[in-house]
């Protein structure tokens, strides 16, 4: 008889304990307002930025021209050409 009831108390109490977690997380879910609740929406599509490839990489006279035009004016003109005969010395 004494080996039944120590039998019991081995068996029993984690089937019991195993019951009372399943209705403490059922009480714990009903809790969260729909609000704090997750919701199944994807996540919005990322758009990845178009980096030039290949001859798209390659910057021609154009390019050069609208960056000179915004770098050089009347007062720096003499000081940029130097600048510019001191790069093709080297």
């Not at 990322?46 to 050069?64: L, N, S, T």
Request: hydrophobic letters at 40%; proline letters at 6%; glycine letters at 4%.
């Amino acid at each position: 008889m004494r080996c039944r009831i120590v039998l019991l108390a081995l068996f029993g109490a984690p089937l019991l304990s195993v019951g009372c977690k399943e209705k403490r997380s059922e009480r714990v879910a009903a809790s969260y307002s729909t609000v704090t609740q997750a919701t199944e929406r994807p996540l919005p599509a990322h758009e990845a930025q178009k980096v030039p490839v290949g001859v798209d990489a390659v910057p021609v006279e154009e390019d050069y021209e609208v960056r000179a035009t915004s770098s050089i004016n009347e007062a720096n003109m003499k000081a940029k050409l130097a600048e510019i005969e001191q790069e093709l010395r080297l």
